[in-house]
């Protein structure tokens, strides 16, 4: 998530505005592509390479053909530990364990079908689109956890089939937690992976190990934050610790009056860099800073985009996949991916991957093919992460391509195919939209208190430099976005900061 870009000499302005500014600047400056394969400085050269070589004398990774993890993984590790081998060994180390203790891949490969939608309610879900740079774009709606969904929840975990034994007591991973860690398996497996092959990207050659999220907070209340609390710390606390870095910017929408409260207990949980990534928008900011962010026709309807999309739907895919994928069975005539898990692996030498929906229906484990797109740049590095951000590189020799899948697909049709997206550097921007995006009617927008580290849009503006912004008048660019190297620039919007 990168802030917003501030021009000319810094501004002396001791305030929580001015944190938060040299905050965001300090996330541009090492944000998305900085830090990723393909944009790595000689330093971090040298620390992967000294990170593949202490894991291996750890016995924690092999060079292969192919390596046992690949690039982009290891990647995320170091950024997460600021590039220092010894703690991201730590890091890595204990995620290892922790996956082998809950045996999450043969989770993966086993959960029941239905008990993986019913965990999908509960976390943030693809909407089948991604952001102008190419990452997949989430959406997550709150108010749908109330008391009665986590309860559902809780009571169906024990029931839950899969060939996964229970956790060792020593992890300390409670039950309704390891299941909904199979989303984010689906995320490093599924999601990423498939917008690493689509190059209608700024940086095609750069590996998508990121997520980008809509978090729409309206319609709760302060009961229902407070009933959520424990699960959703716990929740946080575990995917930061064993998914680093697979969160980039996080759109936080619908704030009530009372959210600066809620923040407090929120930001808690999250380290400095992951809140300088979170924005809090009111309702005449979303639409505005979405789009510079996010083509409208990928923005849902309710926040004044063209996306028919509301949370619980399937995916309504990128139009771009549906034209790029060669689908079979089912999936042919109707381009979708079926409901559950599913992951992409390396077919026909490394030259293509294939869609492999798993998971377990009626205790009857499936591997069906869905389709299977053509390797965006083979051999080489990029061969390396064909599989995104897996933890698991697969091995491509090992591999056998799986049966078609004969069942019907159970996801909504895919969107027609009608145009590409638009490049990751255009950035059209619309100001028109739902008069308040993300808010019940009659309910009260979160007003940044007096003393709160928040920074509201007009504060955010104010720390630029009047040339630059008086340029950017004269050259026309109503958007409030700019390019700054080859990283794009938050317009409007608040960059958080811990207090």
Known sequence: ????????????????????????????????????????????????????????????????????????????????????????????KDTEEWRKAIQLDVLYDTID???YEQSRKLYPQWTGRRDRRGIPLYLFEIRHLDS???????????????????????????????????LYENLTRFAQPLC??????????????LSTNIVDVGGVSLKQFWNLKGHMQAASQLATAHYPETLDRIFIIGAPAFFSTVWAWVKRWFDPVTVSKIFILSHSE????????IDPANIPRKYGGTLDFAW?????????????????????DNPAFPKGPAYWRPIDGGKRVECVAV???????????????????????????????????VVASESKEAPVAAEPTAAEPAAPVTSALSPAAAATTTTTGPASPGLEEGEDEFKTPLGSPLVSATQELSLQDPGAIEEKKLNGDAAVSEKVGETEAVPNGKPVVAA
């Open 1 to 92: 998530m990168s802030p917003s870009a501030t021009t000319g000499p810094a501004t002396k302005v001791k305030s929580n505005a001015s944190r938060a500014s040299h905050a965001s600047k300090a996330a541009l400056e090492n944000g998305y592509p900085h830090g990723h394969l393909g944009h790595l400085t000689p330093d971090e050269e040298a620390a992967l390479k000294g990170f593949k070589a202490y894991l291996e004398e750890k016995k924690l990774y092999q060079h292969g053909p192919p390596p046992s993890h690949d690039d982009p993984t290891l990647l995320r590790f170091l950024r997460a530990r600021k590039w220092s081998v010894p703690d991201a060994y730590g890091q890595f």
């Open 113 to 115: 079908v239905e008990a």
């Open 148 to 182: 009665k969904t986590i309860s559902a929840y809780e009571k169906s975990v024990d029931k839950t089939y899969s060939k996964a034994a229970a956790p060792p007591a020593s992890m300390h991973t409670p039950p309704k937690l390891i299941r909904l860690f199979a």
């Open 196 to 209: 690493t092959q689509l190059t209608d990207r700024e940086h095609p050659r750069t590996p998508i190990t």
């Open 286 to 293: 979303v639409l505005p800073v979405l789009s510079s962010f």
């Open 312 to 332: 619980g739907d399937a995916p309504n895919l990128d139009p771009v996949i549906v034209k790029a994928a060669e689908w079979e069975g089912p999936a042919k």
């Open 359 to 393: 998971g377990s229906v009626d205790k009857v484990e499936r591997c069906v093919r869905v389709c299977t797109l053509p390797v965006a740049f083979p051999g080489g590095e990029e061969e390396s992460a064909a599989n995104g951000a897996a933890v698991h590189a």
